[in-house]
């Protein structure tokens, strides 16, 4: 499945905060600076791709298929970044956003 810089971008945040567990809805939409129904309407989005499991709770949980697509992504990005700064010599708070651009193109 390809995803988008949006869907990228929400799995990046659900594997960093998963790392304790479940995640509630409501610490995504305030990680990404989104309205709580437009985390949402992703998640529901994700669940569909299999990728995380809305919980009655309102927090999701990755999937196995969720959890490995974050870490390739998380590693991805990490190496594009670096490239990023080193041969574009692009700031690194702004290096993030752009390596997922770049990866939505070629990946």
């Given amino acids: 499945m390809k995803l988008t810089v949006s869907q990228s971008k929400y799995l990046l945040v659900l594997g960093a905060l998963s790392e304790d567990g479940d995640v509630r809805i409501v610490d995504i939409a305030k990680e990404l600076n989104i309205k709580r129904s437009s985390a949402f309407n992703m998640l529901n989005k994700l669940q569909k791709a299999g990728m995380v499991l809305k919980n009655e709770n309102k927090t999701v949980t990755l ?20 490239k990023l700064e080193k041969y574009f010599d692009i700031a690194s708070e702004n290096a993030e956003d752009c390596a997922l651009t770049v990866l939505s193109y070629v990946g």
Avoid: M, P, Y
């Fill in 63 to 82: 999937t196995e298929s969720g959890k490995q697509t974050a870490s390739e992504i998380r590693k991805n990005v990490d190496e594009t970044v670096l």
